[in-house]
């Protein structure tokens, strides 16, 4: 079973993974047009009648995000969790076709759409244990499918997170996110996924040969 300062750690790393994300979902919180007139108004009367013209315009940046907590990136994970167990029971695609709608909702973006399969929120510290508990499902799971003689491993653990990898790629370009942005995210949520199963290193971009045909 995965140890609770793991969980925590893949927590974090997926917080800072799927940030890059939340940041272009959750809309920028600017000031109304209205609230900009008001300041402009109380301060041509504090420069007096003479000063009639406007100030000038606050150069134009984007407002600071709230921070993802490691709650969040949990949730995310095991949103990941899920998707291992689709592939093991050939749902994968309800678990893609859904990232577009559930994801949202996992992030807090206002006015998601909160139809179709329930998203997974977060929910405080209970979603690391929550993580802790299904991370070892998973590996119970994938310990208990003999093939061939063997027992499945590491490196088919592996390639079904490079599967996964690709696939949320995917659909985060979906969802109007940039190709860099979907990338990088995509494949530092994998890492943290894979490091609760003590996968420190990249995983395969393909499964092998031998295990293509599944």
Do not use: K
């Not at 995000?65 to 695609?93: M, N, Q, Y």
């Not at 973006?109 to 329930?118: E, K, L, M, N, R």
Request: proline share 12%.
């Amino acid at each position: 079973m995965p140890t609770d300062y793991a969980c925590q750690a893949a927590a974090e790393q997926a917080a800072h993974g799927i940030a890059p994300v939340r940041a272009l979902l959750v809309p920028a919180q600017r000031p109304s047009p209205q609230q900009q007139e008001e300041v402009s108004v109380v301060i041509r009367s504090f420069m007096g009648p003479q000063q009639s013209g406007r100030p000038p315009a606050p150069r134009e940046e984007a407002p600071p995000v709230e921070p993802v907590g490691a709650p969040v990136g949990a949730a995310v994970l095991l949103s990941f969790l899920d998707g291992l167990r689709a592939d093991l029971s050939g749902a994968l695609v309800d678990w893609y076709s859904a990232i577009p709608t559930q994801l949202p909702q996992t992030l807090g973006v206002p006015g998601a759409d909160s139809s179709g399969p329930p998203a997974r929120i977060p929910n405080g510290w209970q979603s690391l244990a929550d993580l802790q508990s299904n991370a070892q499902d998973v590996l119970t799971v994938l310990a208990g499918r003999p093939r061939g003689g063997q027992q499945v491993g590491p490196a088919e653990l592996s390639w079904r997170l490079a599967l996964l990898e690709d696939l949320f790629s995917g659909a985060l370009r979906r969802m109007g996110i940039p190709d860099a942005t979907a990338t990088e995210s995509s494949a530092e949520l994998v890492g943290a996924t894979g490091s609760l199963f003590g996968l420190n290193r990249p995983t395969p971009r393909s499964a092998p040969a031998q295990q293509q045909a599944y």
